[in-house]
């Protein structure tokens, strides 16, 4: 079955340097998300992208988070300079259509463990 | 604004017995979606079941059942013959059914099986 890939899945990273979370979403899917489960905390929405562009994003994605799709395949959360408070599990998620027009439950990746020290 | 609860933070639940886990949610939307996603101590998020707001029937997926009682705002899970490895943090959430609608979780309540 297919799946979506996370990369990579522990990131160490100092304060104030800059991280890149990779995903690649389901091949036939064309939305994508990215959440965030700081430990201990349920899962917070963080943004939705479709059609190369942003459609929607929480509060908490502020100015140092940006995402990219850089090819046909790769999804991509950037955090430009990063804060103790970002250590979390971030998820990529990714859904489609199946036929018919029903939409899909989002299928979401095994997580990318973010630790800032 | 959508809102999802689940007030049992903690279970214990002897194997082989069924279990339900709670969860009431609150939309002003007519078309939604509700969902009950697995979490392993490994972290990663497992989807179980989905039930669509206009589904008239309870959806069911092998040992799992969602009993979704629209009136009531409530989509508890139900697994039935509960196995040590259903031992995990299950979350109960849901979306607008829009085509790219961001999903909203619960808090989520940790299940413990005993042997």
């Known amino acids: 079955e297919p799946e979506v890939t996370q990369t990579p899945s522990h990131q160490v990273t100092q304060m104030g340097q800059e991280v890149i979370l990779r995903c690649v979403p389901i091949s036939n899917h064309l939305y994508f998300y990215w959440y965030r489960q700081i430990l201990g905390q349920k899962v917070e929405f963080l943004v939705s992208?479709?059609?190369?562009?942003?459609?929607?994003k929480s509060e908490i994605f502020d100015d140092q988070f940006s995402v990219e799709r850089p090819d046909g395949s790769n999804f991509t959360l950037k955090i430009r300079s990063t804060k103790l408070e970002d250590s979390a599990m971030y998820f990529c998620a990714s859904s489609g259509f199946l036929r018919g027009g029903v939409k899909q439950p989002q299928h979401f990746g095994d997580g990318t463990r973010l630790s800032i020290l | 604004a959508q809102k999802i609860t689940q007030t049992q933070p903690g279970m214990f639940v002897q194997e082989k017995e069924a279990v339900t886990l709670d969860c009431t949610y609150d939309?002003?939307?007519?078309?939604?979606?509700l969902f009950w996603y697995k979490q392993p101590s490994s972290g990663e998020m497992i989807f179980l079941i989905y039930q669509g707001s206009y589904d008239e029937q309870n959806a069911t997926e092998g040992r799992y059942s969602l009993n979704f009682q629209k009136a009531r705002k409530s989509a508890n899970l139900v697994i039935s013959a509960s196995q040590l490895g259903d031992s995990a943090m299950y979350f109960c959430a849901m979306s607008r059914m829009n085509r790219d609608d961001k999903i909203i979780f619960g808090k989520g309540t940790r299940l413990h099986i005993l042997p």
């Open positions: 992208f479709y059609n190369n562009e942003i459609s929607e």
């Open positions: 939309t002003s939307d007519q078309s939604y979606g």
